[in-house]
C-alpha cells in the first residue's frame, strides 16, 4: 500500500513558476514509477509527465515539453514536478500517482495508486 500526498499548488500569473511535491508512505518508493496527471474542469484526466522507478527515463505530454520537469529523490520518497512559463490552459487539479515496477508510460489505468489532488490556477 502506498500513500500519496500532493503539495505545491497555488495561484500564480501566467509565465510564473511552481513545484509541485508529492510525497509517498512505505518502504517501496523506488519499486514504483510515479506520474503526474491533471484534471480541469469538464474535462477528463490527462497526463502530464511521468519517470520510471530509478529516475533513469522519464515521458511528457505534447503540451508540457520544454516547460515541466519531473524528478524524484527516493531518498526522501518524493516525487517533483517544477512547472515553468505556465499558461492559462495549465489550470487544473494536478494529481500523482504510482505505477508498480513501471517505467513512466501515460496511461491511466497502469497507476494503481492515486493522490488527492492539489490545485494549480493560472492567471491571464
Known amino acids: 500500500q502506498v500513500q500519496l500526498v500532493e503539495s505545491g499548488g497555488g495561484l500564480v500569473q501566467a509565465g510564473g513558476s511552481l513545484r509541485l511535491s508529492c510525497a509517498a508512505s512505505?518502504?517501496?518508493?523506488?519499486?514504483?514509477?510515479m506520474g503526474w496527471f491533471r484534471q480541469a474542469p469538464g474535462k477528463e484526466r490527462e497526463f502530464v509527465a511521468a519517470?520510471?522507478?530509478?529516475?533513469?527515463?522519464?515521458n511528457y505530454a505534447d503540451s508540457v515539453k520544454g516547460r515541466f520537469a519531473i524528478s524524484r529523490d527516493n531518498a526522501k520518497n518524493t516525487v517533483y514536478l517544477q512547472m515553468n512559463s505556465l499558461k492559462p490552459e495549465d489550470t487544473a487539479v494536478y494529481y500523482c500517482?504510482?505505477?508498480?515496477?513501471?517505467?513512466?508510460?501515460?496511461?491511466?489505468?497502469?497507476?494503481?495508486?492515486w493522490g488527492q489532488g492539489t490545485q494549480v490556477t493560472v492567471s491571464s
Open positions: 500517482a504510482a505505477d508498480l515496477y513501471g517505467l513512466g508510460n501515460p496511461r491511466l489505468n497502469s497507476y494503481d495508486y
Open positions: 519517470i520510471s522507478w530509478s529516475g533513469g527515463s522519464s
Open positions: 512505505g518502504r517501496t518508493f523506488n519499486s514504483y514509477a
